[in-house]
């Protein structure tokens, strides 16, 4: 491993909350259902508790997912979009944020792939050489990133999904179609979904939407739950040799 490499792992470690870029969202093959994936009969509206809790727990369960949208880090607003997998073996994360810079990270087959913007690269302290990758990705063992280890579906739901406050939860159960889906809304005491809410597929359980609390600030739309998400190293013209 060369020295060069290891001086981006500062760099890198700065993906760890949540990440995205100004490139378009993550793209991956629509794909099907991962095989072996839980299904489950559809749950009514009449019991808040067990909806939270099934949709929790499949969040949980999940082999793979995606989600975009809006949370509060390092004291700012930032837009995130990730597709992945719940053990991180295949990760396509990005984060934008006007004053952290914009980064994508992209994790696959044992190496990790870097890109980001001039803002992001100049807040850190890595070798000169990166700054001439001129928007392509710069390669990095895995090895050296071990912040891998929070870039997992299962992470992100432990810091979104999981969060929901269940000792907060309003006995009240809404309905609304949220990109395209029939769902059921869950929400705090307040009955308001912007103090928190849940929104859960009336028809699979699977979440949908997140809107944080005070405490976890944000909103992530979920999607691709299950799905062969087809996350591919980049092309090799769009990689920079650092040696």
Excluded at 62 to 67: E, Q, T, Y
Aim: charged share 15%.
């Amino acid at each position: 491993m060369s020295r060069t490499a290891t001086g981006l792992l500062a760099a890198v470690l700065l993906v760890g909350g949540c990440t995205s870029s100004g490139d378009p969202a993550p793209t991956g093959s629509a794909g099907a259902r991962v095989p072996g994936a839980a299904t489950t009969a559809a749950l009514d509206g009449t019991d808040a508790a067990a909806l939270l809790s099934r949709a929790t727990a499949q969040a949980k369960a999940a082999r793979s997912g995606a989600f975009a949208g809006t949370i509060r880090d390092q004291g700012e607003q930032a837009t995130v979009a990730f597709l992945g997998t719940s053990d991180g073996s295949s990760v396509d994360v990005r984060k934008a944020a006007a004053k952290a810079g914009t980064v994508r990270l992209i994790s696959v087959d044992g190496t990790v792939y870097v890109k980001a913007d001039d803002t992001f690269w100049s807040s850190q302290n890595v070798p000169f050489i990166v700054s001439l990758a001129g928007g392509k990705f710069i390669k990095v063992p895995a090895g050296v990133v071990p912040v891998l280890g929070e870039l997992t579906l299962a992470s992100f739901v432990d810091r979104s999904i999981a969060t929901f406050p269940a000792t907060d939860l309003s006995d009240t159960v809404g309905e609304e179609t949220v990109n395209t889906i029939p769902s059921w809304v869950l929400t705090t005491t307040s009955g308001e979904p912007k103090d928190g809410a849940l929104y859960v597929s009336k028809e699979t359980s699977e979440v949908i939407r997140w809107i944080g609390t005070s405490a976890h600030p944000g909103q992530l739309d979920f999607s691709r739950w299950n799905v062969d998400l087809g996350i591919a190293p980049p092309p090799g013209d769009q990689v920079f040799s650092i040696g």
